[in-house]
């Protein structure tokens, strides 16, 4: 289409190399109009939504909103000192504003993740606070003791700061103190740098484990005549398609210690009968059913890459003298590691934020990053400390989705 | 958008269609053999005497749907048996209505209500209902010679088997202590301090490899009719009921058992709460009070209803008295579960809980 | 042509390990398919246990019962024994019936939201003139990539702000967002093979684009758009983690009844309701098979 010269007008006497130009734009304007409605769907009910939880791993107006005096009063405090007077002053405002609001325990809630035992401290102190009189340092001391301890206004200091490292330092099982130093989590109170880690080895495991069982599995398919292979690739489809909780159901059915494997093993002496094997509620079940639930994503896009390798590639290797190991090692193997590399980085990216087969089976060292950031969601309610986790493990799958990206190419992602 | 308005059309029509007809309230509790004695007791006789309708719900326990609830301004859910620190905590957090108790009925025998209940029953936004307790219990046609004290079930040598606990830190650090010979007065003295924890700790570990964790209140006697555990701690009423109802060969130990109340709460912004409040007066009169605990061995909140309480509603022979945790016999080294302490270190024990229980 | 499956010249090596190999192959397929086969008999176990009682291993007929299918049925009724209003009181109250209407309804919704959204969006982005392509398809797809639980949270997060979170609203525009990425992918996977000469050809024999679009590539991308709405609506008939943040109690969906009771209350209706759900799923693979098939043939691409 390149072809058209400066020379050519049409009939209506504008240059053509314009015209041309003009509904070269047309047809992007197009283009880009036809996504546009599901680019808008999903920046408001995808994008903005998971950006608004993710900004709370560092914006925390809890303390600030409703605390707004002690908040102001604080700022210029160096945590080092004892508070003053006004800052004492200050708090008991706030005390008496936000226990008549009831906020009380929202802020109670707030200093506690700071310091542990904070939380009635302020609730009690709310109660009586509004019969407090100056001098309100000697009131709030005379109310309870801690007031008096540094610790606790350092506390209430890092909770006032809007944005705060805190929780992202959590996350990594660090904390921030008033003296603006970061230092290690108290060694008994660390779990997030290790569920990470064993996140990260459970879906090595588990990508080498389905790479292990899907290669042969594709290759299989590959060289049988397409009738029946195609017979075949049903028998891979079908867990494919079945729901995700009929197969870790079928696995608690298979493993659990009155469940068939063990029965099984029981019944053909391998072990007895009161010594069954511990194979699920642990890592063991989590690795088994996951390893299970991900194969069909490991042996398609090995299998849709083997399809398009000719035979004659070997054959020309053995014709030439190669050994069946050498032809396959150093001619075909090659050829698929493109397969290798999407089925391994899919899998991979899908295990690392997996929620479900570890909550059902995994006991308690089969648990996952992404149960503990579902349990600060659901049961403690730290949502800034999920946002953080959740941030982590976000800046994580991306890097492997850009992999992903640039290796396979997202448009040859298939389905089936 | 016009799609939009069709979805939004269509979600009207299908929630019409499955809603329930007007003057109905939903009660959440925690399901099983619980929910089944508050059905018996409150909800069958309010529904008859006034004719509206109660849908009950189940749920595990915390603030965590009501919270969800209430931020979102879409509150389904009226009335919400929850544990004390929970009803203190979700005062203060400001998502629950405050209660009036002088609106409260009258004990049968004339007292007001705020002397007719038992200490710590009534709290700003709550009412309690029943006094419950965290025992353990075993499977007497398993093990003839059973377990006698906490101590014996933190020993598996003694006695070998699974062990089962709930999956938090809750009652399991206190009975921790107590097996390890703290005074029931003393447990929360020494679990204040830090040394005291890692003393608790220290104890679980002990028993830590073979613990089956549960989490729902159904869970533990299904694990001990399983045979998956040789004792596990438990609901007192479940593990009742186990034996009363269903004939299962159940025997509490009641040594350092945790005990608690159940309170009524209202969501703020409840759906019908005027409604859920006149129910909330009804259940928590003496005589209803009285009616649940023959379905389920919890001792009501109320005095005056303890002298109406009598046997198993199908079984005159069980006298109910001997099975609550209250009873005398059953009561001289309970451990009152102390509500505050749990709402100030809640969140650090959970955390310490959960890392503990990673590794 | 017969290939033969071990040619004459191979040696005793070779056809060892010609055998070693399918025995292996035939272990893995093992693998996949047994766990979900093993369910359906269990599913008719007579006691309350997810294993095989003796009398089951010796083809008792009285060890095997359908009481567990009439407990999804029975599970959560007022009255299970009475005879009057038995069906009202099932379609009211039975806790599964309940579930299986939810997961209808948010799946339908959600699977329409998203196959519309999906497949215009496909279209445009099969243009070769789309601008930024590269960038735009990885939004589009992230939806699939980016973990549940993150999605789940920051939904609910957000949701809750704007009264979205524990309704069914907001639960189908969660779906849709979920079932996206599939629409997109299946529809564009047959829109690569399409020949953009027929829409040039029928616009040089005077139909505009609309009149093309119907008449042209709707019959050739319909294969495809109906293979991409059977995915989105799978994925929202099997997604728990949004559920379990974003839905109330009235509208737990199967998946998320079945968590709870796999949690909670084991029971062998979980084992029946998986039964119905494998039968489901073999039915939905077939009518996909045999959509691809078809679309293969449409444009041109024998499989033989």
């Known amino acids: ?416 | 958008m016009k799609l939009k308005n069709i979805l939004i059309g269509a979600f009207v029509g299908a929630g019409l269609a499955t809603s329930v007809t007007a003057g109905s309230i939903t009660v959440v509790s925690w399901g099983g053999a619980y929910t089944k004695s508050q059905v018996e007791a409150y909800h069958k006789p309010w529904m008859t005497k006034t004719g509206h309708q109660v849908v009950s719900e189940d749920y595990n326990g915390g603030l965590a749907e009501v919270k969800a609830q209430v931020d979102a301004g879409n509150v389904t859910w009226d009335l919400v048996d929850v544990e004390k620190s929970d009803a203190v905590k979700g005062c203060d957090e400001g998502l629950l209505e405050t209660i009036d108790h002088g609106s409260l009925p009258k004990g049968a025998d004339g007292s007001v209500a705020t002397s007719d209940f038992i200490d710590g029953a009534l709290t700003e936004c709550a009412v309690a209902n029943i006094v419950w307790s965290t025992i353990f219990a075993y499977d007497k046609s398993k093990m003839s010679n059973g377990p006698k004290t906490i101590k014996d079930f933190f020993d598996t040598s003694k006695f070998p088997g699974k062990r089962g606990l709930r999956k938090s830190p809750k009652a399991n650090l206190e009975m921790a202590l107590a097996a390890d010979g703290v005074a029931a007065g003393d447990v929360y003295k020494v679990l204040g301090t830090a040394a005291g924890v890692d003393r608790a700790f220290k104890k679980l570990d002990t028993i830590k490899d073979s613990v089956v964790w549960w989490e729902a209140g159904a869970q533990p006697p299904q694990l001990l009719a399983d045979g998956e555990v040789a004792m596990t701690t438990a609901y007192n009423g479940r593990i009742f009921n186990a034996f009363a109802g269903e004939g299962k060969p159940f025997e509490i130990v009641w040594d350092a058992q945790v005990f608690d109340m159940d309170l009524w709460v209202i969501p703020k912004g409840a759906p019908n709460k005027d409604l859920a409040m006149d129910f909330l007066k009804f259940s928590t009169a003496t005589e209803q009070l009285a009616g649940q605990a023959s379905w389920i061995s919890y001792g009501p909140a109320r005095k005056s209803s303890a002298p109406l309480v009598a046997s198993y509603h199908n079984k005159p022979s069980l006298k109910m008295g001997p099975h609550m945790p209250t009873a005398p016999e059953n009561f001289k080294t309970a451990i009152a579960n102390d509500f505050e302490f749990w709402a100030d270190n809640g969140d650090e024990l959970t955390e310490r809980f959960n890392s503990w229980l990673a590794k | 042509m017969k290939k033969r499956a071990i040619p004459i010249y191979a040696s005793r090596g070779d056809v060892a390990w010609f055998y070693t190999f399918r025995f292996i192959c035939a272990l893995v397929f093992l693998f996949l398919i047994f766990p979900i086969i093993i369910i359906i008999p269990l599913s008719f176990n007579q006691e309350p246990y997810f294993s095989f009682t003796s009398g089951m291993l010796s083809l008792d007929p009285d060890a095997y019962s359908y009481r567990w299918y009439w407990d999804i049925l029975k599970n959560g009724m007022a009255d299970p024994d009475a005879s009057n209003g038995w069906w009202a009181d099932m379609w009211n109250n039975a806790q599964w019936i309940r579930s299986i209407k939810n997961s209808f309804i948010v799946g339908i919704f959600a699977t329409i939201l998203a196959t519309v959204l999906g497949t215009v969006a496909a279209i445009g982005l099969s243009s070769s003139h789309m601008p930024y392509k590269r960038i735009i398809m990885s939004l589009l797809i992230s939806p699939m990539i980016i973990p549940l639980v993150i999605t789940a949270s920051g939904l609910f997060y957000s949701f809750s702000q704007v009264g979205l979170a524990k309704n069914y609203l907001g639960l189908i525009l969660a779906h849709a967002v979920l079932g996206t990425p599939f629409v997109i992918i299946t529809v564009t996977a047959t829109l690569v093979g399409f020949d953009q000469s027929l829409t040039r050809a029928s616009a040089s024999l005077g139909a505009g684009p609309v009149r093309t679009f119907f008449r042209i590539q709707t019959p050739l991308i319909l294969p495809g758009v109906i293979s991409g709405a059977l995915f989105a609506f799978i994925t929202s008939f099997d997604e728990v983690v949004v559920v379990l943040q974003l839905a109330d109690v009235r509208q737990r969906t199967i998946p998320r009844q079945m968590f709870s009771g796999i949690r909670e209350q084991i029971s062998p209706t979980i084992l029946a309701v998986a039964t119905i759900l494998v039968i489901l799923s073999i039915i939905l693979l077939t009518i996909v098979e045999l959509l691809r098939r078809r679309s293969e043939r449409l444009r041109g691409i024998s499989p033989e």
């Not at chain 1, 195609?230 to 197969?247: A, E, H």
């Not at chain 1, 094997?277 to 299998?303: D, E, Q």
Request: proline letters at 4%; glycine letters at 6%; a positive charge.
């Open chain 1, 1 to 416: 289409m390149n072809n058209f010269t400066e020379e050519n007008f049409s009939s209506d006497g504008v240059s053509l190399k314009k015209k041309l130009r003009r509904s070269l734009f047309k047809s992007k304007m197009r283009a880009f109009f036809l996504v546009l409605p599901l680019l808008a769907f999903l920046a408001i009910f995808f994008v903005i939504p998971i950006i608004n939880l993710l900004s709370q791993s560092f914006l925390d107006f809890r303390y600030a909103t409703l605390m707004p005096g002690s908040t102001q009063a604080l700022k210029d405090w160096d945590g080092k000192s004892f508070p003053t007077e006004e800052i004492a002053k200050a708090m008991v405002i706030d005390l008496i504003q936000a226990k008549k609001n009831k906020t009380i325990g929202k802020v109670a809630t707030r200093v506690n993740r700071e310091l542990s035992g904070t939380r009635s401290l302020f609730t009690k102190t709310a109660r009586a606070a509004n019969k407090m009189e100056a001098p309100y340092m000697e009131a709030l001391i005379k109310k309870d003791k801690k007031w008096e301890n540094l610790k606790t206004w350092q506390a209430i200091k890092i909770s006032s700061m809007a944005v705060t490292p805190s929780y992202l330092l959590a996350a990594v099982d660090r904390k921030y103190t008033a003296e603006g130093e970061i230092i290690q989590q108290d060694e008994n109170r660390r779990i997030h740098v290790t569920l990470f880690l064993r996140t990260i080895e459970i879906s090595v495991i588990v990508t080498l484990a389905t790479l292990l069982l899907g290669y042969p599995v594709a290759f299989l398919m590959a060289s049988l005549p397409l009738r029946t292979s195609n017979l075949l690739l049903i028998l891979v489809l079908l867990p494919f398609w079945t729901s995700l909780l009929v197969r870790t159901t079928a696995w608690i059915a298979m493993l659990q210690s009155s469940g068939v494997v063990n029965d099984l093993l029981v019944f053909l002496g391998v072990t007895a009968d009161d010594a069954r094997f511990s194979l699920i509620y642990n890592k063991t079940g989590t690795l088994i059913a996951m390893t299970h639930i991900l194969l069909p994503f490991m042996i398609l896009p090995i299998y849709s890459v083997m399809k398009t390798i000719s035979p004659s590639f070997v054959m020309a290797a053995k014709s030439m003298g190669a050994t069946n190991w050498t032809a396959f090692w150093r001619v075909y193997f090659p050829m698929t590691i493109p397969g290798v590399g999407a089925g391994a980085i899919l899998v991979f990216i899908l295990a690392i934020g997996y929620y479900i087969t570890p909550a059902l089976v995994g006991g308690q060292d089969g648990q996952m990053i992404s149960n503990i950031i579902d349990f600060h969601m659901r049961s403690s309610l730290n949502w800034n400390l999920a946002a953080a986790l959740g941030l982590v493990l976000l800046i994580f799958i991306l890097f492997f989705f850009w992999l992903y990206d640039r290796f396979v190419g997202i448009d040859n992602m298939k389905l089936g």
